[in-house]
């Protein structure tokens, strides 16, 4: 080959490696084969109800307890309390009457009477008789007329009004071990609307009767309440 060949040819060969030299692109870097471990992210803490949790310092809040005030007036139990034992009070017993009322407790120990007292409502007067224990005594009431006699001695007994509405109570005692009385008075005058006087006549072999002198033979009712345990008298203005 001439001289000037071998330059041609020398030119061609440059000029191609020039031109691989230019298309040749650069290759993308290889992704990574596997993605780098992310912060561990973690939920906030569920707060919890109000009142759950005290403040510092302070004591768990409580639910209110509601209390019945069981004071002069003496509350009157729902319709549907229960009595206390298998015999339940007879509703019968709590309706407006003038007709003799009784209920009948099966034989039980004797329960002591540990207070007498009497107040007066809106339209009616009303006695009340608590009991130790957690059972209301049987009992009977009826108008009686006069003379009201007193069980041991036989003696009559003045009381004021025109009707006189006896309870009697069994098996119950107005006395104490040592036979002293239980009850602080006796004989009771309150000079209520209605109710002028009440007495007690008897408290002998478990049975203890008062006897509630009243202005005429109105319309009376009775009904049993606990905590403490009372029989309750209402008689009408």
């Not at 993605?35 to 005290?54: D, K, L, M, N, R």
């Not at 809040?61 to 309390?81: F, L, N, R, Y």
């Not at 099966?106 to 207070?115: G, Y």
């Not at 003696?155 to 109570?169: I, N, W, Y």
Request: proline share 11%; charged share 25%; net charge negative.
């Amino acid at each position: 080959m001439t001289r000037s060949g071998r330059r041609m040819t020398s030119l061609w060969l440059a000029g191609c490696l020039a031109f691989a030299g230019c298309s040749k692109k650069e290759e993308p870097a290889a992704a990574p084969t596997s993605a780098q471990p992310q912060p561990e992210v973690q939920a906030p803490p569920t707060s919890p109800p109000p009142g759950t949790i005290p403040r510092e310092g302070e004591a768990a809040a409580k639910p209110p307890v509601h209390t019945a005030s069981m004071g002069d007036s003496e509350t009157e139990p729902p319709s549907d309390a229960p009595a206390g034992d298998a015999l339940a009070e007879d509703p019968k017993n709590r309706e407006w009457t003038t007709t003799p009322v009784s209920m009948k407790r099966r034989p039980a120990q004797t329960v002591t009477l540990r207070s007498v007292r009497a107040g007066t409502h809106a339209d009616f007067d009303r006695v009340v008789f608590e009991f130790d224990g957690p059972q209301v005594p049987g009992y009977q009431l009826q108008y009686v007329d006069k003379p009201i006699i007193q069980c041991g001695s036989g003696d009559e007994t003045p009381l004021a009004g025109k009707g006189f509405l006896q309870v009697t109570l069994t098996p119950a005692r107005g006395h104490d071990d040592q036979g002293r009385a239980t009850v602080a008075a006796l004989e009771m005058k309150p000079k209520l609307p209605t109710l002028l006087e009440l007495v007690r006549t008897c408290d002998f072999e478990a049975e203890v009767t008062w006897v509630l002198g009243n202005k005429a033979p109105t319309d009376f009712r009775v009904m049993e309440l606990r905590d403490p345990t009372r029989l309750v008298v209402d008689v009408k203005h």
